[in-house]
T-cell receptor, first 113, second 114 residues
Framework: KAGVTQTPRYLIKTRGQQVTLSCSPI?????VSWYQQTPGQGLQFLFE???????NKGNFPGRFSGRQFSNSRSEMNVSTLELGDSALYLC????????????FGPGTRLTVT | EDQVTQSPEALRLQEGESSSLNCSYT??????LFWYRQDPGKGPEFLFT???AGEEKEKERLKATLTKKESFLHITAPKPEDSATYLC???????????????FGTGTRLTIIP
């Protein structure tokens, strides 16, 4: 069974630009969660989508948004990039039902200059 | 607010030297506690889920245990390939459906010296 895939793997953007990251979950998984990982803050929850609806949201500004498509693929968008947005962005998929084991993708390394 | 504290921050062991990693947590009702392994530049790899106090799970040289306040990841006779950062995360019991948010600790960086 193929794992979670994320594209692109690496990205360099300039402050003020916007960026879109993509995540394809494990086949059959309907929930996709997004996390930001930085050396200082560790892994922090951004939001979770299930059946094209945002079900949970973390404490990030509105510049961070996402969506999920009918095939469960998800995208995350960050507008007006700031230097502090440089991080590893991870997505995780799960079945979304009673059992909550989340499986992570390899991440997208975003560098904002 | 849910909190997870992992200790120690870093641990260096000789190959074959057994030890334990600690994860203490504060959560308003626990749905599950998760252990992940993360190698540099990669996403976390799922290891275990523990649901109730007293539960234990094993995988190769790793054994995870759970009490009402903390979890331990015991590593027996480790090998250099066990070197990684081990992350603990909790999921609160808010509803029976619809809460995927995990709160992570900052991890223990484990180095096994040959």
């Amino acid at each position: 069974k193929a794992g979670v895939t994320q594209t692109p793997r690496y990205l360099i953007k300039t402050r003020g630009q916007q960026v879109t990251l993509s995540c394809s979950p494990i086949s059959g998984h309907r929930s996709v969660s997004w996390y930001q990982q930085t050396p200082g803050q560790g892994l922090q929850f951004l939001f979770e989508y299930f059946s094209e609806t945002q079900r949970n949201k973390g404490n990030f500004p509105g510049r961070f948004s996402g969506r999920q498509f009918s095939n469960s693929r998800s995208e995350m968008n960050v507008s007006t990039l700031e230097l502090g947005d440089s991080a590893l962005y991870l997505c995780a998929s799960s079945r979304g039902d009673t059992y909550y084991e989340q499986y992570f993708g390899p991440g997208t390394r975003l560098t904002v200059t | 607010e849910d909190q997870v504290t992992q200790s120690p921050e870093a641990l260096r062991l000789q190959e074959g030297e057994s030890s334990s990693l600690n994860c203490s947590y504060t959560v308003s009702g626990l749905r599950g506690l998760f252990w992940y392994r993360q190698d540099p530049g990669k996403g976390p790899e799922f290891l275990f889920t523990l649901y109730s106090a007293g539960e234990e799970k094993e995988k190769e040289r790793l054994k995870a245990t759970l009490t009402k306040k903390e979890s331990f990841l015991h590593i027996t006779a480790p090998k250099p390939e066990d070197s990684a950062t081990y992350l603990c995360a909790v999921q609160p019991l808010i509803s029976n459906f619809g809460n995927e948010k995990l709160t992570f600790g900052t991890g223990t960086r484990l180095t096994i010296i040959p």
